[in-house]
């Protein structure tokens, strides 16, 4: 069983910083691909941000030059970084991962940008 637990969410005025970190329980960290995802109020739940076991990244069009994913193995934990925030950045926070036929995903952590 995995569990991932997300924290660092909270309220910041339109270009201020936010860091939220994932921590994963069990042996599957070291080798996956590990992912954020946001979902607005009324929308979908859209990826934001993926990482490798290799540390190869990708990111949304909408955060790009934003925010910053990365990885700490020995912590089993994933980062957000997110830099110059906006409010269209305001959502529920998920973290991700997978193994082959199951899908894991962490509680969200609330992030609120105020314009």
């Known amino acids: 069983q995995v569990q991932l637990v997300e924290s660092g969410g909270g309220l910041v005025q339109a270009g201020g910083s936010l860091r939220l970190s994932c921590t994963a329980s069990?042996?599957?960290?070291?080798?996956?691909?590990m992912a954020w995802y946001r979902q607005a109020p009324g929308k979908t739940r859209d990826l934001v941000a993926a990482i490798t076991n290799g540390g190869s990244t990708n990111y949304a069009d909408s955060v790009k030059g934003r925010f910053t994913i990365s990885r700490d193995n020995a912590k089993n934990t994933v980062y957000l970084q997110m830099d110059s925030l906006k409010a269209e950045d305001t959502a529920v926070y998920y973290c991700k991962t997978s193994v082959p036929g199951v899908t894991y995903w962490g509680q969200g952590t609330q992030v609120t940008v105020s314009s």
């Open positions: 069990g042996s599957i960290f070291r080798v996956n691909t």
